[in-house]
């Protein structure tokens, strides 16, 4: 080993990671601050996302200088306060809802966060941990069933709120961590199976007791997904209005805060869920395809850790990252697209909402101090 | 992959793989081909809705955003032949309201407080089918100032209410020639299927009746449009873009205000006089003035008249009915084009050129008028107007004085001919077909005839057979011979200026933008009425005499002017006599032709004769004479 020290500490720091984690963060404030423009408080808007950001950065750095193996001796503990912050959001004085959901935690009357984001990373370490003790075997369905215990309470308390988008989420990283964790064809074709029989129970009305029985605001977003013409007004506009930002953006856009269905209203939720409508419209083909590239570039790099952790533990909670952010890319874009159903599920780096970025940067934190450790220490 | 030979530089592999990784290479390389079929479905639909479908977006995009806007272009004005404006416009305030508005119960009851309107005027102007159902509706015309604030005021509380300034029609001579001018109004479904308004929507304004109506597509003008930039909530952004409206052309008709002033004064003055003379039922009438040589129409009147401004903003149901009931006579009708009436002894002029140019009669043929005619047999024996009789009367004489007998005998003797050749003088002379003037509406009249007769008697046979007593009742304009005021003034013009059918006309010009004449009334050769020089001239005089010892003598007593004219007095089954007076002036060189009737007005020579006189003196720029005379014949 000749290296320099400088050598040395660079190959603790993943800089292509880094990199792109920049340039994500920096597209998306840039995009929040052309969507906001024309909005009344757009600026206090941006200021807050960059205040999430700070924060976001500031988490980054202790996941990132901290050893994530230690995070395996917590996991009774976080999980604990997981599920606590999940819990709280049904306590009076404490919760508070958005969007017909019960997602917010509300402490002296301030809304702080929506622990249904923290709790994906929670979700992604603990389960990590679960699966990691099984050192890459899960033979026995007995096996399968106990590590899936893990996953029943946080996505029982999310679907209670009920945050559908959330509980798909966490289906999403389930599935992928199962799949670097060994699970067989023949176990995700069995849940795949339940998956969609329960899925047939919710969406048929009258089948389960109202309590858990989709909204039937939720129940016609994904009515509308099938047939965006059934609610032209409601639901359905949303996603023609989509469509239509995007596809008059063209090859080059219409230039930064020029986009006319983002800026003259037509396009909803434009800085948030809809942020990527805006990319399309304003940047056209050439910003949104520069996007997906990072994307890409993004999940990669994060493979690359995944597959150089020095134990499995790290490789897990890579692969539960990664999967979390493929799967809300997918259905983020795939729904301003036409191809997912209307789901609330924001997309990364990208979309306003500082509980969300200060997740995802925490995430890289821990990819970063997975990277760096991956010779041991 | 260019990534992980970047990756490779930073980070030499590593020599020593710790044997899980190996066994999770093929865990990885799913979850890695995951990732790229993910974004590389996510790039293909991409590519599909922005580079291919990219177009039809953006159209959809500026569908969204882009409202357009019409500008309504400002109708053209109607002026008389010296340039005074008839008909202009003006920008009025309007409250109007969206028709929705009438579903609402307690808003129509706060607007019939403000507005003062009982709430089913309100209600029936909202729900008015003529309109476009989304077009909002005037509900007031020119409201004052502090209803207009107060609306601004309390706008949240008059949802779909809105104070608008729209261009209304203005009449500055009021309803002056309102006959001739017409009135506009929303177009009707009928109107949307008529020819030259085919590219009219529902809700716009047309002219309904008179120039208005016929000069409808010169007036019109073309709609502007503007193109604004609005929101989600349809809030104007900004203009985009505008197309001008282009204003509709002025209209200049051969109307002379003065002149019509005149002819409608005399009108009411005659009416007024019929009443003095104890004909009480006379309300209604017309008075037609032309230019012999042109066919310009002077004056045209009728009554009764209504007011044009009942039309501005769109007329109240009630005020229509009242317009269009039995007991007002019709106001709306312009009785000088579309009424046909029996012309009575005004119509002699004709019999006797069929008599001259069939040679049954001469200016110096001698007639006996004992009163009573029975050359048909007794048991058809008819009455001179005059039962003493005229005694032995000259043609001349008989027409001067109006001898039934003298007429009598010559549609005796023109039926024995059996050639209809008092129908074909009449027809030549314009009787029968319409003048083809430039204003809607105009009727036929009729000549009767045998093949008519029959035709009109198809069910009662025994009455189908044209009788000596029908041809020698038309010979005094009796029977079933109907003629228009226009047509009569007409075919006494064609005698005046030497046997010229002119086609009546109201057009005289149009204006371009610059106010400069920008088209003409294209006169077209009049052509002859078939009537022989000398034999005309023979009717001049004959008329002339009339005026000069006549029927019409009292009339135009003391009148500097000589006047060719003739009397009329038809008697209509259940009504009092019709009172007419036809003429051309000054004799020598016959410049204008004037008829006058008068519905149910009694004598021609003291009810109608003196309103030719008022017209023909302001014509001829003499005083303007109210005279007072008797008359007693037909």
């Given at each position: ?377 | ?111 019939s407080?403000?507005l003062d309107m009982p709430v089913d005027e309100i209600e029936e102007r909202l729900c008015s089918s003529k309109q ?5 509706r005037v509900v007031r015309l020119d ?25 209304v029609r203005?009449y500055?001579?009021g309803n002056l020639a309102a006959h001739v001018l017409g009135y506009t109004g929303e177009?009707s479904?009928g ?14 304004v047309?002219g309904k009746a008179g120039?208005e109506r ?50 409608e004064?005399?009108l009411a003055?005659?009416i ?8 009480r039922k006379a309300r209604a009438g017309a ?14 009147a009728s009554a009764p008249t209504y007011d044009p401004k009942l039309f501005v903003g769109g007329i109240g149901s009630r005020d229509w009915k009242r317009l269009n009931e039995k007991s007002s006579e019709y106001p709306l009708n312009n009785r000088?084009?579309m009424a ?100 809607p509406g ?157 519905e149910q ?34």
């Open positions: 080993m000749d290296r320099s020290p400088l050598m040395r500490l660079l190959n603790k720091v993943n800089l292509p990671l880094l990199l792109w984690t920049v340039l994500l963060v920096a597209y998306g404030t840039l995009m929040a601050a052309s969507a906001t423009s024309g909005m009344d408080g757009g600026a206090a808007l941006v200021k807050r996302h960059v205040v999430g950001v700070a924060i976001g950065v500031g988490l980054l750095c202790v996941t990132w200088t901290a050893d994530y193996k230690r995070l395996r001796l917590w996991v009774g503990p976080i999980s604990a306060a997981g599920v606590l912050l999940l819990v709280a959001v049904f306590v009076p004085g404490f919760g508070a809802s958005a969007h017909g959901a019960q997602s917010w935690l509300r402490i002296a009357g301030v809304r702080l966060f929506q622990p249904s984001e923290p709790a994906k990373l929670v979700l992604i370490i603990v389960f990590a941990a679960a699966i990691a003790r099984r050192e890459g075997k899960m033979d026995s369905r007995g096996e399968l069933l106990r590590v899936l215990g893990w996953v029943a309470v946080p996505l029982g308390l999310v679907l209670l709120q009920p945050d559908l988008g959330t509980a798909l989420v966490f289906i999403a990283i389930t599935a992928g961590m199962l799949l670097v964790g060994g699970a067989k064809p023949r176990h995700f074709a069995m849940l795949g199976l339940v998956g969609l029989v329960a899925f047939a129970l919710v969406l048929a009305p009258g089948i389960l007791p109202r309590k858990f029985a989709l909204k039937p605001y939720q129940r016609n977003r994904l009515m509308v997904f099938i047939d965006p013409s059934v609610d032209p007004k409601g639901a359905g506009y949303n996603l023609n209005q989509a469509k239509i930002a995007i596809g008059s953006g063209g090859l080059f856009g219409k230039g930064l805060e020029s986009g006319t269905q983002s800026n003259l209203n037509f396009l909803p939720e434009r800085h948030t869920d809809f942020i990527f409508a805006v990319v399309g419209e304003e940047l056209g083909f050439a910003g949104a395809v520069a996007l997906l590239a990072l994307y890409l570039a993004l999940l990669i790099t994060a493979l690359e850790i995944s597959t150089s952790s020095r134990d499995y533990y790290g490789a897990l909670v890579a692969a539960g990252l990664m999967s979390m952010w493929t799967f809300q890319v997918l259905v983020n874009i795939g729904m301003t697209l036409g191809i997912m159903p209307i789901t609330g599920i924001p997309l990364p780096f990208m979309s306003f909402g500082s509980s969300f970025m200060v997740t995802n940067l925490a995430g890289i934190g821990l990819l970063l101090s997975i990277w760096a450790r991956r010779y041991g220490t | 992959m260019h990534l992980s030979a970047l990756l490779r530089l930073v980070h030499p592999k590593d020599e020593h793989v710790t044997t899980f990784r190996q066994e999770l290479r093929s865990r990885f390389a799913t979850l890695g081909l995951l990732i790229i079929v993910v974004l590389g479905a996510l790039f293909i639909r991409l590519w599909t809705v922005q580079v291919i479908a990219g177009e039809r977006y953006a159209r959809m995009a500026d569908d969204n955003r882009i409202r357009e806007v019409e500008i309504e272009a400002p109708r053209g004005r109607i002026l008389d032949r010296r340039g005074r404006a008839l008909v202009t416009n003006r920008p009025a305030l309007a409250v109007t309201a969206q028709a929705v508005v009438a579903e609402d119960a307690g808003m129509l009851s706060r607007l407080t403000l476009a159902p989304l077009e909002p409201v004052p100032m502090e209803i207009v604030s107060y609306l601004a005021e309390h706008s949240p509380d008059f949802p779909g209410v809105r104070v608008e300034t729209i261009a203005e500055p001579f177009i479904e109107q949307l299927g008529e020819r030259d308004l085919s590219g009219y929507r529902l809700g716009d047309v120039a016929r000069f409808e597509t010169v007036l019109q003008g073309r709609k502007g449009h503007e193109r604004v930039e609005v929101n989600a909530s349809g809030k104007v952004q900004r203009h985009v873009g505008r197309r001008e409206p282009i204003a509709g052309r002025d209209v200049v008709l051969t109307l002379d205000a003065d002149i019509q002033r005149v002819a004064e005399a003055d005659a007024r006089e019929a009443h003095a003379q104890k004909f008075i037609v003035a032309l230019d012999v040589g042109t066919g310009d129409v002077l004056a045209m000088a084009l046909a009436y029996p012309p009575a002894s005004t119509f002699k002029a004709v019999t006797g050129l069929a008599g001259l140019e069939y040679g049954v009669a001469r200016e110096w043929s001698t007639y006996r008028c004992g009163g009573r005619w029975t050359e048909m047999g007794t048991e058809w024996a008819k009455w001179c107007w005059s039962r003493g009789g005229h005694g032995g009367v000259t043609f001349r004489r008989g027409i001067e004085d109006s001898c039934d007998t003298v007429f009598y005998k010559i549609g005796y003797e023109l039926y024995k001919r059996k050639k209809e050749e008092l129908q074909a003088v009449a027809r030549k002379m314009g009787f029968g077909r319409r003048t083809g003037i430039d204003l105009e009727v036929a009249g009729r000549v009767p005839d045998a093949a008519w007769k029959k035709r009109f008697n198809r069910f009662f046979p025994e009455y189908s057979m044209w009788l000596p007593g029908d041809t020698v009742n038309m010979a005094i304009g009796q029977g079933d011979m109907l003629v228009t005021p226009l047509q009569l003034a007409r075919g006494y013009a064609s005698i005046g200026n030497g046997g010229l059918m002119v086609r009546p006309h109201v057009l005289k010009e149009v204006l371009g933008e610059d106010g400069e004449v920008a088209l003409r009334y294209e006169r077209q050769e009049p052509g002859p009425n078939g009537v022989r020089a000398v034999n005309l001239a023979v009717m001049r005089r004959a008329l002339a005499g009339v005026v000069e010892r006549g029927t019409g003598r009292g009339a135009f007593a003391g009148f500097a002017e000589s006047v060719a004219g003739k009397t009329g007095t038809a008697q209509v089954k259940g009504k009092d006599d019709y009172a007419w007076f036809v003429a051309f002036a000054p004799v020598e060189q016959p410049k204008y032709a004037v008829a006058v009737v008068v007005g009694g004598h021609g020579g003291s009810v109608a004769a003196p309103a030719a006189r008022q017209v023909l003196a302001k014509l001829l720029g003499q005083p303007v004479t109210e005279i007072h005379t008797t008359d007693v014949s037909r």
